[in-house]
């Protein structure tokens, strides 16, 4: 019995050190879209992390293609995409998240890691949105709005919803965050 206690504690401590390490900013957990346990993004750092609010009934959904090119060209780098579905602008995304994961899937074969909807703006923002617009000074005025976050996950740069994936600004930047140690 002794011994149980000895090695809960030591299981508790040792998770408790990797959430310790882990930046602030990720250090929050959300279930994914697919349903399921909350999954906590501290297992993304160390990476460079685009967070992305998303709608399927924008005429910005077409971006989910270049999301998904990103993630395929740079993930085994470090480079990992986040999506949060939202349905703050025009009731774009009015779905279950079945039907969305589905919508993605199907359509643009997303793989990259999508999480349960959520509200981004000021009076409904989830605590992450939160956090990404008080570091970075913006906070998305549309669907598809980016957030670029160092490996460190500190630094965070803001992109417009009018930002294409394939923008040779945000590649460079991602790029240039991909080289940095």
Partial sequence: MAWRKILMG???AA???VNAACPDLLNRSFAPLKGGDAQNLCQYQGKVVLVVNTASYCGNTPQYKGLQALYR???ERGLVVLGFPSNDFGRQEPGAPTEIAEFCERTYQVTFPMFEKSG???ENGNPLYDQL???SGERPGWNFHKYVI???????????SSTLPEDAQLVKHIETLLGAK
């Fill in 73 to 75: 060209k740079y993930g």
């Fill in 10 to 12: 030591a299981l508790l």
């Fill in 133 to 135: 617009a008080k570091l």
């Fill in 15 to 17: 998770a408790g050190s």
């Fill in 120 to 122: 981004v703006k000021v």
């Fill in 150 to 160: 160092d490996r460190g996950g500190k630094t965070v740069t803001s992109f417009s």
